[in-house]
């Protein structure tokens, strides 16, 4: 995949989908903030809260480890690797023409929905209002569920 289309970990345990890129590729929390708006803040947390073994620890995590263990993508099309695909955004999902999947809906959370076959995540765009809190620890309980996170029960 052109380094133009992606930011990150070679090999990432969470590819996180997106449909446009900040200004400044660098794999480095603080200097993309600096180069962007709050809106990349966000989503950089949002990644974090998600991809962080353990929740309570997502800012140090975000801080210090997140561009070894996950990655941006910005091209509609599924990485190859083992790693979890995360789509955030109704639109941005249609961008992936032709991507199969047997994506279902959480309970209680139907704007979320997982193909652990596919290690599919679908959401909606990575943003606070979109994506609160409470649904992030649901995304967290589904990824736990399939033992996304290492070494945790």
Not at 6 to 35: I, K, N, S, T
Not at 58 to 63: E, I, M, T, V
Not at 91 to 120: K, M, S, W, Y
Request: aromatic share 10%; net charge positive.
């Amino acid at each position: 995949m052109p380094e133009a289309d992606y930011l990150g970990a070679a090999r990432p345990g969470l590819m996180l989908y997106l449909p446009h890129q900040p200004m400044g590729m660098v794999p480095d929390v603080g200097a993309l903030v600096a180069a962007n708006s709050n809106h990349w803040r966000k989503i950089l947390n949002l990644l974090a809260k998600v991809a962080c073994p353990v929740a309570e620890d997502w800012r140090r995590y975000r801080d210090q480890v997140l561009f070894q263990e996950t990655a941006l993508c910005f091209a509609p099309v599924l990485a190859q690797g083992p790693c979890w695909h995360w789509i955030g955004g109704k639109e941005n999902l249609l961008r992936f023409t032709g991507l199969r999947h047997c994506a279902r809906p959480l309970h209680g959370a139907a704007e979320i929905a997982v193909d652990p076959q596919r290690r599919l995540l679908l959401t909606p765009y990575p943003d606070y209002r979109q994506l609160s809190n409470a649904r992030v620890e649901q995304v967290r309980r589904i990824l736990r569920e399939h033992h996304f996170y290492p070494g945790v029960a």
